[in-house]
């Protein structure tokens, strides 16, 4: 008989073994549930320090894989949510050791209740370096939650179509941002409206999203661009950035940029293209007339 603590079809016993006693904890994880985080959650000691980083695309969430009402748990537990759209990492970890493995934070994934999948498990040391590497990418380039970030991811789901969508894989780059100027034809390249030289333009640009075939209504597509637009780097610079004066914003985004190694050949117009993409997908965000200044 497999011992419960390592029973791969009851990882949670692990997880909470591992927070009974942490004064920090950490979970990385793409998909999250409140079924799955409420008993972790029940066993950390109320005075421990609670950080999430997790994705919120709204095609995942449509299928209760992924649950943006954990912002309102953890925030009542005084943490934080981040999100980067493309996190695929599951890991747990405190200032003293750490689980990573294949075990996500649902009820399936850590077999709360009945046997889930089969998962693993590992234990190791925070201190590993490819944890480290793992947590300062994530750290550098993640956004973090806020309220308006969970109701228009909340609402990108529920416009999403009934019938199933045709997913596609983003690329897989951190440092993804638009270089396309014209946000506006995005959904017309998408809608199957506009000639092939255009497309190959913009079609690196829905790769890039990660945007599901099958989105019927511009307004569906718009909504979910900017679902994943308020994850990950582009949403921190949109955090960050707006507010400022245009010339304080280019400073700020090249600063981000500068600290991530990432090259700019014209910080100005890398502002202005993401300025426009931010303020035509993102409600709440405005873009002043006549100039790239963002405010919210």
Known sequence: MTQANVDPQRCGFRVLELVSTAAALTIVAPFITSAGIRPILTELPQDAELEIYTRWRPDEVAAGVSDPHIFDLVGNRGGTVSLHPIVHAKGYLTGSSALV?????????LGWGRPGAVE?????????PALVALMSVLRAMSSTATEADRDAVLAAAAALPAAPLQAVEPV???DWLPSYR???VLWLVYDGQ????LTDFVQPELRALGVPNGIQSEPAFNAYVGAILRQGFTGRIAQECSNLSTIKAVQRLTELCMARGITIED???????????IARFMPGFQRISGGTRLIR
């Open 120 to 128: 693993i498990l590992v234990e190791t040391s925070p201190s590993d």
């Open 182 to 184: 014209m946000p506006e």
């Open 172 to 174: 897989d780059r951190t």
């Open 267 to 277: 910080p100005g117009l890398l502002w202005e293209t993401l300025a426009a993409w």
């Open 194 to 197: 506009r000639e092939k030289e």
């Open 101 to 109: 493995g294949s075990a996500n934070v649902t009820g399936n994934g």
